[in-house]
């Protein structure tokens, strides 16, 4: 059984440098991920080779580093064009292994709007992939509504990815005295921060009515959902659709507008947890290379007790639906 993954990131060095000029998180400094890091986000023989090696028939390929909040605005528009036309380099480098996900300037979303419809008309990419917050503005403020509404008109999905979380929230919710300051920063980065925060993300977007406002908008969440399934049930009852006004309640809209892919976390629990409540058509495989690099990367899908046309839909058929491609 081939597999299409959906988190699969690199880097660039022009791109790394552009950054790193103004992020207080260079690629190259993060402690979990270690010094070789680059060199597997920039190796793409050596990438291709582990695809290969894996049963990976197309990986989607996105930015490890999108364009940082303090580029200046100017720079990050220009920035992420180059981002978007190193992608595109790649993916026509080798013909039928890679697609991309846009990198967009969230500075100005009336340009990342424009960036997205190029990307996709002119270029062939799949959606785009979103980092976060920006400069402390969460995703369903009315400024990054042409964005989402443009998603929607061109019929491609939107990764939201996670980000640092702010420093004033790291400081309140994850710093500590008694343990190590690397410990404090994998527990508010990989180990759970990013996670609460796209999951809060989400809700936020579902809160906000957009489902409403662009019924046919698809949003991608990883890591099983971001913690978000588990408390569906709750959210409804205390959110139901008679205290937020929506035309429906949470579990609703995240059932139906919000696809999950696991990131790499290759857990059979949570995998038969998730297609219970979700279905398997809104299941999307994704392995989160490199920083994620399992050797192998979905025996536990094939050992799980899903059916073999639920297997198949998680490890392919679902991306071909929502990317509109055929394996």
């Not at 010094?35 to 990438?47: A, S």
């Not at 809160?207 to 991608?220: A, E, N, Q, T, V």
Request: hydrophobic fraction near 40%; include cysteine.
């Amino acid at each position: 059984m081939k597999l299409i993954t959906l988190e699969e990131h690199y880097a660039d060095l022009r791109i790394m440098e552009i950054n790193n000029k103004y992020s207080s998180h260079p690629v190259s400094t993060t402690p979990h991920h270690g010094t070789g890091i680059i060199e597997d986000l920039t190796n793409f023989p050596k990438r291709v080779q582990y695809m290969d090696d894996n049963n990976v028939a197309i990986q989607v390929l996105s930015m490890t580093s999108p364009i940082g909040e303090n580029v200046p605005n100017e720079e990050a528009i220009k920035a992420c064009q180059l981002a978007n036309n190193i992608t595109k380099e790649h993916i026509d480098a080798y013909p039928g292994r890679f697609l991309g996900f846009a990198t967009l300037p969230m500075c100005d979303p009336k340009a990342a709007s424009k960036e997205l419809e190029r990307c996709v008309k002119d270029m062939h990419f799949v959606g785009a992939l979103l980092a976060g917050r920006f400069k402390g503005r969460m995703l369903n403020e009315k400024e990054f509504l042409p964005i989402f509404q443009k998603a929607e008109e061109l019929d491609v999905p939107l990764y939201i990815h996670p980000a640092f979380i702010p420093p004033e929230v790291k400081k309140a919710y994850y710093d500590s005295d008694a343990y190590s300051p690397q410990v404090a920063f994998e527990l508010s980065s990989v180990g759970y921060g990013w996670h609460s925060e796209v999951g809060i993300q989400t809700l936020r977007l579902i809160l906000s009515g957009i489902f409403d406002k662009f019924p046919k908008l698809k949003i991608i969440i990883g890591h099983w959902g971001e913690t978000v399934p588990c408390f569906l049930d709750r959210l409804d009852f205390m959110l139901d659709k008679n205290v937020t006004g929506l035309k429906r309640n949470v579990s609703e809209y995240f059932k139906d507008n919000v696809y999950i892919t696991p990131s790499g976390i290759t857990s059979t629990d949570q995998l038969e947890y998730v297609v219970k409540l979700m279905g398997a058509e809104h299941v999307i495989y994704s392995i989160d290379y490199p920083y994620v690099n399992p050797k192998d990367p979905y025996g536990f899908l094939l050992n799980s007790s899903l059916s073999d046309e639920q297997k198949e839909l998680i490890a392919y058929k679902n991306a071909e639906n929502i990317l509109k491609i055929k394996l």
